[in-house]
């Protein structure tokens, strides 16, 4: 599979999420679509794909996505939880970039 070029590096969109509440929130959308339709039932991940939320985000950030689904936005409290960093300064979201990334990519092949 041949290379797709992107502005969007692993960089820009983890310091987008670092400063975007929206771009947080749209993320945990996108992730959540990525879950297979049993796995969005059920809050938890199932199968090991690649794809959607690890086994240990799936049930609070499953939470979050059908929060925000339902038009409301994250309180203060679940963005620091979405943005809360590892021992590495990795904010929790920001594992994500590649699914994130892949969707811009999908997204600009439409434009």
Known sequence: MAKVETSWTRTKIVNLLQNSD???????????????????????????????FTAFDADIFSSFAKHIIKG???????????????????????????????EIIRKERVV
Request: net charge positive; glycine share 6%.
């Open 22 to 52: 929206k771009a947080v929130e749209r993320a945990l959308i996108v992730i959540f679509n990525n879950q297979e339709a049993d796995e969005q039932a059920c809050d938890m991940t199932s199968k090991a794909n690649g794809i959607g």
């Open 72 to 102: 409301r936005s994250l309180s203060v409290k679940q963005m620091e939880i979405a943005r809360k960093q590892d021992k590495f300064g990795n904010i929790k979201i920001g594992k994500y970039w590649k699914q994130l990334q892949a």
